[in-house]
């Protein structure tokens, strides 16, 4: 019969089970609302052992970030393939996903906060926003970005971060009409950009090549000309 002898993890494989304690425990509250006891309690583990592998509640928080904002960076990443309005509508729905799994800890850490606000938090945060903004820029087939088209996806980057934060505060607004309503956003920002710059326009032209009728960007030009007339 089994003994039911628990075997004892090892240093990497330890830190790795508090990272992805804590982050469950952000994903239902703020950081600042958990305490270090409850991290251990849930991990199975006395206090004194969490300081072994972590020397403050800090430094545990920035591990869980990195691992969260790894995945939530990796969410952007889509297959160069299909029309770009609804390659952007998955990328929306799998960013959806993320904020619906993490809500608290996301909301801290878009808002800041006293476990939060750190150098090393706010570089990793800024680290998805610069990936999420290269992943854009590689399905417009874009190398290096004109100042008006790296205005509209940083702007529409921080949209996206504002609508989600906006969102999980009583969900009011169905999720998935938030999801399309951010693909009509994006197609809404470049083509008033469009309207200023030539080198936007052909872009804008291109973007909407192969679009098909049933589509998120026709279904903006549809809404478009229904209110016009």
């Given amino acids: 019969m089994s003994t039911g002898v628990r075997r004892r993890l090892g240093v990497e494989e330890r830190r790795q089970q508090l990272i992805g304690v804590a982050l469950e425990l952000f994903s239902r509250r703020s950081p600042d609302e958990v305490s270090i006891d409850e991290i251990a309690s849930a991990a199975g583990i006395s206090r ?4 072994h592998y972590f020397p403050g509640k800090l ?3 920035e591990a869980a970030l990195k691992r969260a904002a790894e995945d939530l960076a990796g969410r952007f990443t889509e297959p160069h393939e299909g029309p770009l309005g609804a390659r952007l509508l998955r990328v929306m729905r799998r960013f959806f996903d993320f904020v619906d799994e993490h809500g608290p800890g996301f909301a801290a850490g878009m808002r800041g906060g006293p476990a939060v606000g750190s150098s090393a938090t706010n570089a990793l945060i800024d ?3 610069q990936a999420a903004y290269e992943q ?3 399905h417009l087939g874009v190398t290096e970005a004109p100042a008006r088209l790296e205005l509209v996806i940083r702007s529409w980057i921080s949209l996206a971060e504002s609508t989600a934060l906006i969102w999980l505060d009583g969900r009011r607004i169905p999720r998935g009409e938030l999801e399309v309503q951010l693909v009509h956003d994006f197609a809404a920002l470049t083509a008033v950009s469009a309207s200023y710059d030539e080198e936007m326009t052909a872009l804008v032209k291109r973007m909407v ?3 098909p009728t049933d589509g998120p960007f026709a279904d903006l030009a549809a809404r478009l000309i229904a209110l016009a007339g």
């Fill in 127 to 129: 680290s998805v926003r």
């Fill in 209 to 211: 090549e192969g679009e």
């Fill in 59 to 61: 430094s545990l928080y």
């Fill in 48 to 51: 004194p052992l969490v300081y």
């Fill in 136 to 138: 854009i820029l590689s």
